[in-house]
């Protein structure tokens, strides 16, 4: 099997650990910490898809291959995304709203992948069932007017979410200069949220680029065990409570 397989299983079973440590941070901290429920159910989703990539290294299976496309490539960026928006707006309705619009779609496009007809026949991964589903996995699923919009339509939305919200936040701690600890959190969150969307652009790379070949699905599933890792070393920092606003500037000027 490829490194990229042995990627993937890590990936897994990072997420999992992450997973539990942030829904128990959620069920110690109260019900009202909406962004770590969703954030703790995009990363049990994020090691949903590792696990389903590490059953169809071992050959076909129709429901792993269907939510391994359901979680990767539509509800996890939303997930997390709407995590970071429950974190950042105050407004009730907006969160309301956005939660209802993100729920149907999660649903929605589970029920639809799952009436999908797919192509098995073109399922053929030979040894590296990562450079597979990275580059050659579209041929199992039928074309439609869905997959062409849904996809970039989920991804666009938690994206911009999950990675803005960050880049927004830290800059607005930072000029505050109060919480380094969020300021830093977030940086993570959008390096870890931009990372493995970086790794997909790199396989594209490698579609056209025969040096890059080899390497295309190694450096996505790298990207991927990475962004995960930093989302939740972002998180972590993120939502930490200081027992006191710790100004950014230094001593001399807190002092004049």
């Keep these: 099997m490829g490194i990229s397989f042995y990627l993937g299983v890590a990936t897994a079973v990072v997420s999992a650990v ?44 129709d429901p792993a291959f ?58 053929n991964p030979g040894d590296d069932v990562g450079a597979f589903l990275t580059e050659r996995y579209r041929e199992i699923l039928p074309q439609s007017a869905v997959r062409r919009v849904l996809p970039p339509f989920m991804n666009g939305y938690g994206t911009v979410l999950l990675v803005g919200g960050a880049i927004y936040s830290a800059i607005l701690f930072f000029r505050k200069q109060i919480m380094p600890n969020r300021v830093v959190g977030n940086v993570f969150i959008a390096i870890g949220g931009i990372i493995p969307a970086f790794g997909g652009s790199l396989v594209k790379l490698a579609e056209t680029t025969p040096e890059l070949t080899a390497f295309g699905s190694t450096l996505k599933f790298a990207g991927i065990l990475l962004g995960v890792v930093l989302l939740f070393i972002g998180f972590q920092l993120a939502v930490r409570e200081a027992p006191m606003a710790v100004q950014l500037k230094p001593a001399a000027q807190r002092g004049a």
């Excluded at 009730?92 to 009436?115: H, K, N, P, Q, Y």
Aim: aromatic share 12%; hydrophobic share 60%; with cysteine.
């Design 18 to 61: 992450l997973a539990f440590l942030v829904l128990q941070r959620y069920v110690r901290k109260g019900w009202d910490k909406t962004h770590l429920l969703l954030w703790g159910i995009g990363l049990v989703l994020w090691a949903l898809a590792g696990v389903c990539e590490a059953i169809l290294a071992f050959g076909w299976s």
């Design 66 to 123: 269907r939510l391994w496309y359901w979680t990767g490539a539509l509800v996890i960026p939303p997930i997390l995304g709407q995590g970071t928006l429950h974190l950042l707006v105050r407004r009730r309705e907006v969160r309301l709203v956005t939660d209802v619009l993100i729920g149907v779609l999660v649903v929605a496009s589970l029920v639809w992948m799952f009436s999908l007809s797919l192509n098995a026949a073109a399922f």
